[in-house]
């Protein structure tokens, strides 16, 4: 039996992302937003996987390590630990825009490795960003979708909510 899940970006959805063309390159530099940690406790407590699915050119571009990558990882692991929740797993695209690949977002491949690797339903799961690449991914997988920013173009989430703690809240009214 599948299970449901919400599927996360990372930069601008679980932390403070860098600033543009810059790149998250020591656990240090991994903020955590307001309440988000909070809020993926209450997700896990309404009965959702969670995962990451992330874009890291970075990588691709010299600029961020793969062992930071992993460090990050385990900093978000340890601050969950005493709430009681972990992300099940994390996926990153670490290519760059010119590779063509089909895991960078706004391609679905990131959450149809997630759906594969966590036994996940992605028509009963969610995908949840801050840009319009993550409300695209989220809908070639078949995943609902909801776009953590108070404005952002032309993207068309099935919801849209103004922080990671007002989509928590949604999800345990919903269940």
Same mark, same amino acid.
């Given at each position: 039996?599948?299970?449901?899940?919400?599927?996360?970006?990372?930069?601008?959805?679980?932390?403070?992302?860098?600033?543009? =063309?810059?790149?998250?390159?020591?656990?240090?530099?991994? +903020?955590?937003? $307001? &309440?988000?940690?909070?809020? *993926? @406790?209450?997700?896990?407590?309404?009965?959702?996987?969670?995962?990451?699915?992330?874009?890291?050119?970075?990588?691709?571009?010299?600029?961020?390590?793969?062992?930071?990558?992993?460090?990050?990882?385990?900093?978000?692991?340890?601050?969950?630990?005493?709430?009681?929740?972990?992300?099940?797993?994390?996926?990153?695209?670490? =290519?760059?825009?010119?590779?063509?690949?089909?895991?960078? +977002?706004?391609? $679905? &491949?990131?959450?149809?490795? *997630? @759906?594969?690797?966590?036994?996940?339903?992605?028509?009963?799961?969610?995908?949840?960003?801050?840009?319009?690449?993550?409300?695209?991914?989220?809908?070639?997988?078949?995943?609902?979708?909801?776009?953590?920013?108070?404005?952002?173009?032309?993207?068309?989430?099935?919801?849209?909510?103004?922080?990671?703690?007002?989509?928590?809240?949604?999800?345990?009214?919903?269940?």
């Amino acid at each position: 039996m599948s299970r449901r899940a919400v599927l996360l970006d990372r930069d601008g959805t679980l932390n403070v992302p860098a600033a543009p =063309h810059e790149y998250v390159t020591e656990p240090e530099g991994f +903020k955590w937003l $307001p &309440g988000v940690p909070e809020a *993926l @406790a209450r997700m896990s407590r309404a009965g959702y996987v969670l995962g990451v699915a992330s874009n890291q050119r970075g990588v691709a571009r010299g600029l961020v390590r793969p062992d930071v990558l992993a460090a990050i990882e385990r900093r978000i692991q340890d601050d969950l630990a005493p709430l009681g929740v972990s992300i099940a797993a994390f996926r990153y695209c670490l =290519h760059d825009l010119d590779a063509n690949c089909g895991c960078r +977002k706004p391609r $679905p &491949g990131l959450l149809r490795m *997630l @759906a594969d690797d966590l036994d996940v339903d992605l028509e009963q799961s969610w995908m949840v960003g801050d840009t319009a690449t993550d409300v695209a991914a989220g809908r070639a997988a078949g995943c609902r979708t909801a776009l953590v920013a108070a404005s952002n173009g032309t993207a068309r989430p099935d919801l849209r909510v103004a922080s990671l703690t007002a989509f928590a809240e949604h999800l345990a009214d919903a269940t």
